[in-house]
């Protein structure tokens, strides 16, 4: 079993319609949603949900009204400046690290667990996929996207599923992080504007100090030549392989809209790019 | 007045927006990146930066001589950030203490019996602060390898300008950086695409800006590509849509080099300094 990991760095570069292509083209695998912010793939493959549970994590403080006599000390510790003048706790500065809890004298904090958010394993026309929903404001995704990915291992290994096809989460951060994780190649999906270069320098060097390899795609490259051709020079440069070179297609925005991937939409010069696409990435785990 | 620019997902059109805006807006405008992972809005002001300052959060460095491997530090850190591991017949026991994962919260040192421990700075990000005339610019970076980015939105946040009109520029996603971003402001756009992918995330900004009681509009980009589920989604909410963007190969090819679309297109100025009266006006309902 081999993990895939698509990311982007930016957002909104076809990082989801590429994952949900290869879930169309690759035979033995399964999918996951560790965009779980804003998870996405579902809108394609449009899952039936078999199981699912809760995800907890993290604490929040909370002040007892009762048992408070507005000494201060919790104030005056914390550091997220979480309680406010009226001895309430803010719970979107609050932390959960329990400090103001521990040195309370009156044992007027409590620290109450947080319910985040809420996994699914789910059937879909291609197979299995795992993904999750965030609790709206919520924090530590890095852990929800652990767990999505390790159901997603768990089903992989005991059914035998070749690969594991995993939807990123964008950015640099704890939920990218924790998708990475494991993954035998990363792809990055990346537009050919000053921005999504910017960032996708910053993505690799972030696979990078995970020792994941990574493998370019540039979508929407003829949206400026130019700066694809910077693009292509700058992984010429570092070493990597540019595994597609994909057109701005409206194609993709119709399949979306009818909720297909575009592998089922049209049989074009995009899917054809991706087909290959999926050749590479299989090729280099054979290797 | 402080206005965020948010967008559930990203690539939506967030920074085109919010770099729009403080070109285009008459007075003494900021602009505050807080997409700490991926700042990008520098691309398109081209500021002229003047100051840099790290940004720290503070770990506990733990004085071996005087630690007695008692375990309470480890005990009060909701984090496991620091595992005492008590020694054997051969070998000595040690405490821990994995940076990465620390909060810097200061529990361990206040609860420490011996005083064993001291703080030390770890640089997570840096703050930076420009000018393009008139505009002023602060944006952060987060270091690479970092898990958090809440710190380094902070910190760029500690420089609002109040005498200013303020266009925060928020991280995508609807979690606690995004949060911490829009967190204290009076007036919130959300940028979206009429996409399916683009009104399911557009749904579920909605929710967080409602619980956080801030008034908002909407902004369709790339309007023409897609479908009119959004449009009719905000006419049933009773949301108001600020302003359409036109789906353009000529806005995208601008944006791709990194310049403003207001500086491409000027006609667009005005509709961008009008988007703030009618945010105005649903502030005033």
Not at chain 2, 2 to 28: F, N, R, Y
Not at chain 2, 89 to 96: E, I, M
Not at chain 2, 163 to 175: E, F, H, K, L, M
Not at chain 2, 233 to 260: D, H, N, T
């Amino acid at each position: 079993m081999k993990q895939v990991v698509v990311i982007s760095g930016k957002g909104g570069t076809g990082k989801t319609v590429i994952t949900a292509s290869f879930a169309a083209i690759a035979r033995s695998k399964v999918m996951v949603d560790c965009d779980v912010d804003a998870a996405d793939l579902h809108l394609l493959l449009d899952p039936a949900t078999r199981q699912n549970g809760m995800f907890k994590s993290g604490k929040t403080a909370e002040i007892n009204p009762e048992k408070c006599v507005k000494c201060g000390l919790c104030r005056g510790i914390c550091r997220f400046r979480a309680v406010t003048a009226d001895f309430k706790v803010d719970p979107i500065s609050c932390e959960g690290c329990a400090f103001c809890s521990f040195i309370c004298p009156e044992k007027a904090i409590e620290m109450k667990e947080n319910v985040t958010g809420e996994w699914f394993v789910s059937d879909t026309r291609f197979g299995p996929m795992v993904h999750a929903r965030l609790g709206i404001a919520e924090e530590n995704s890095g852990k929800l996207v652990s767990l999505v990915k390790g159901k997603a291992k768990e089903i992989a290994e005991k059914d035998g599923h070749e690969w594991v096809i995993v939807d990123g989460s964008p950015g640099i951060g704890c939920p990218v992080i924790a998708s990475l994780s494991g993954a035998n190649a990363a792809i990055v999906v990346t537009e050919p504007t000053l921005s999504g270069l910017h960032d996708a320098k910053r993505v690799v060097a972030m696979a990078r100090h995970f020792n994941v390899p990574v493998m370019f795609i540039i979508n929407k490259y003829d949206l400026n030549e130019r700066m694809a051709d910077d693009i292509r020079a700058y992984c010429c440069g570092e070493k990597i392989d540019v595994i597609a070179r994909i057109g701005f297609d409206e194609d993709v925005v119709k399949a979306m809209v009818e909720g297909k991937t575009i592998i089922e939409y049209a049989e074009n010069v995009t899917t054809r790019a991706i087909r290959e696409a999926w050749e590479a990435v299989t090729s280099i785990g054979a290797g | 007045m402080i206005i965020s620019v948010a967008s559930g997902k990203g690539g939506t059109g967030k920074t085109t927006v919010s770099t729009a805006l403080a070109l285009s807006l008459p007075g003494p405008v900021q602009l505050l990146d807080c997409d700490a992972e991926e700042p990008n809005a520098h691309i398109f002001i081209k500021p002229d930066i003047k100051r840099t300052e790290d940004v720290f959060i503070y770990v506990p460095r733990i004085d071996e001589d005087i630690c007695t491997l008692c375990g309470r530090c480890a005990e009060v850190c909701a984090y496991n950030a620091i595992a005492v591991l008590p020694g054997s017949g051969r070998t000595a026991g040690r405490a821990l203490v994995f940076r990465e994962l620390c909060h810097g919260c200061g529990s361990c040192r206040y609860f420490c019996p011996e005083n064993a421990i001291k703080e030390e700075k770890r640089k997570v990000g840096v703050v930076e602060v420009g000018y393009r005339g008139e505009l002023e610019f602060v944006h952060g970076r987060m270091n690479i390898g970092e898990a958090m980015s809440p710190p380094v939105i902070r910190a760029v946040k500690h420089k609002l300008n109040k005498g200013r009109t303020v266009i925060v520029d928020a991280p995508p996603g609807t979690t606690c950086p995004v949060i911490t971003a829009i967190h204290g402001s009076d007036a919130c756009v959300l940028v979206t695409e009429p996409t399916p992918f683009g009104l399911h995330d557009l749904r579920l900004t909605v929710e967080v800006i409602k619980k956080m009681d801030i008034p908002f509009g909407v902004v369709i980009n790339r309007h023409g590509l897609g479908d009119e589920r959004t449009e009719e989604y905000c006419a049933q909410e009773g949301i108001p849509v600020l302003m359409k963007i036109p789906f353009s190969k000529e806005i995208a090819a601008e944006y791709s080099r990194g310049i403003s679309i207001v500086e491409a297109f000027p006609e667009y100025r005005d509709e961008f300094a009008g988007l703030v009266k009618k945010l105005e006006e649903e502030m005033s309902r």
